[in-house]
């Protein structure tokens, strides 16, 4: 989910933990368990940063383990961090280049993917480095770039 300023609270869905949402002011909780049932005992929260700072959160993977992943934006450069979803604290954390569109980062298993419309590449970021895997044409404007599919060739 994408976040503006000003705009209402973000929820973010992970396979066997539960749904956690992350607030206006930039605190994330667990709000629904693994079976979907509210949280009766406080939980451990985690801030982000200061209003309207989180882009955007989403689930994701790390060493084949459910995360949340989240897209910051901090003293003008961006960043994704990868949170633990029972301890709510990060486990991997990256600078993201000033080019990339927010709105086309997508989870892949151990990191993330991205459009970057300074190098007009479409850019892979793990903790193992950034590659880039797909260079867009000339022609293309890289802000309307979105990912729709990932196709893994075995």
Do not use: C
Not at 46 to 62: N, Q, R, W
Not at 86 to 110: I, K, R
């Amino acid at each position: 989910m994408l976040r503006h300023p000003g705009t209402y609270a973000d929820y973010v869905a992970l396979p066997g933990f539960g749904v956690y949402r992350l607030s206006k002011l930039g605190r994330l909780h667990q709000v629904l368990d693994a079976k979907l049932q509210p949280v009766k005992v406080a939980r451990p929260s985690i801030k982000l940063g200061p209003e309207s700072a989180v882009v955007k959160v989403f689930a994701a993977t790390l060493d084949h383990a459910p995360v949340i992943g989240a897209i910051r934006k901090l003293s003008g450069t961006m960043e994704v961090v990868f949170i633990n979803p029972t301890t709510l604290s990060v486990v991997w954390q990256a600078p993201l280049s000033e080019g990339v569109v927010p709105e086309s980062v997508t989870a892949v298993d151990n990191g993330i993917m991205y459009a970057d419309q300074n190098s007009g590449t479409i850019s892979e970021l793990s903790p193992n480095g950034a590659k880039t895997v797909w260079k867009l044409p000339t022609n293309s404007n890289a802000w309307f770039a979105r990912i729709v599919a990932l196709v893994v060739a075995k």
